[in-house]
């Protein structure tokens, strides 16, 4: 089983909202991955977690911040965010975060308006 | 110059000719190199990953690496209109905490 599941799908917030998304695996992963992919763009890498702990935060603002409560679980806290932050929020999970395969979950679509 | 570089295309075949898609990577010492296929709307799926020098097979789809050029390419053999998707070609990025780098993907064309 290699799936990666994120809630919600489709997401609309206010500048002043404050939301959360969430990922979950079942696969004893012990990387997990944020990417933001905007349209006709690459994934780019936000934040990787290894073994819970946060390892790499590629200069993300701070209206973005992750959490990983457990091994099979992820998020992303979002507050005061930009319209230019509309994009697809793409979260995926590999064994390790060295040199091994990264499955992705189906994305949440965010619009900020 | 960009880590991961691809043509972004598109490519078109006719159905059931081979498609050939290329990547560049500039950090020599990556080892580990996957393709994804991307359709509109969706989130990428994994369908190669390649770890050594050569060829991999797995069913109409066949990856190669060349580490010494620093090279990898997609052949997709016997193409369907299903294939048609964006191709991300993406590396291993060989530091503490690494993490997949992708390239801007080649967009297939898959016409019946």
């Known amino acids: 089983d290699t799936e990666v599941t994120q809630t919600p799908k489709h997401l609309v917030m206010g500048m002043t909202n404050k939301k959360s998304l969430k990922c979950e695996q079942h696969?004893?992963?012990?990387?997990m991955y944020w990417y933001k992919q905007k349209a006709k763009k690459p994934p780019e890498l936000m934040f990787v977690?290894?073994?819970?702990?946060?390892?790499i935060n590629e200069s993300v603002p701070s209206r973005f911040s992750p959490e990983c409560p457990n091994s099979s679980l992820l998020n992303l806290h979002l507050h005061a965010l930009q319209p230019e932050d509309s994009a697809l929020y793409l979260c995926?999970?590999?064994?390790?975060?060295?040199?091994?395969?990264?499955?992705f979950g189906q994305g949440t679509r965010l619009t900020v308006v | 110059q960009k880590e991961v570089e691809q043509n972004s295309g598109p490519l078109s075949v006719p159905e059931g000719a081979i498609a050939s898609l290329n990547c560049t990577y500039s950090?020599?010492?990556?080892?580990?190199f996957f393709w994804y296929r991307q359709y509109s709307g969706k989130s990428p799926e994994l369908i190669m990953s390649?770890?050594?020098?050569g060829d991999k097979e797995d069913g109409r789809f066949t990856a190669q690496l060349n580490k010494a050029s620093q090279y990898v390419s997609l052949l997709i053999r016997d193409s369907q209109p299903s294939d048609s998707a964006t191709y991300l070609c993406?590396?291993?990025?060989?530091?503490?905490?690494?993490?997949?780098?992708f390239g801007k993907g080649t967009t297939l064309s898959v016409s019946s």
């Open positions: 995926a999970s590999s064994q390790e975060s060295r040199n091994t395969e990264a499955f």
């Open positions: 390649i770890y050594s020098n």
């Open positions: 977690y290894s073994y819970e702990k946060l390892s």
């Open positions: 993406a590396v291993n990025k060989v530091q503490a905490g690494t993490a997949l780098i």
């Open positions: 696969m004893g992963h012990r990387a």
């Open positions: 950090d020599r010492v990556s080892q580990s």
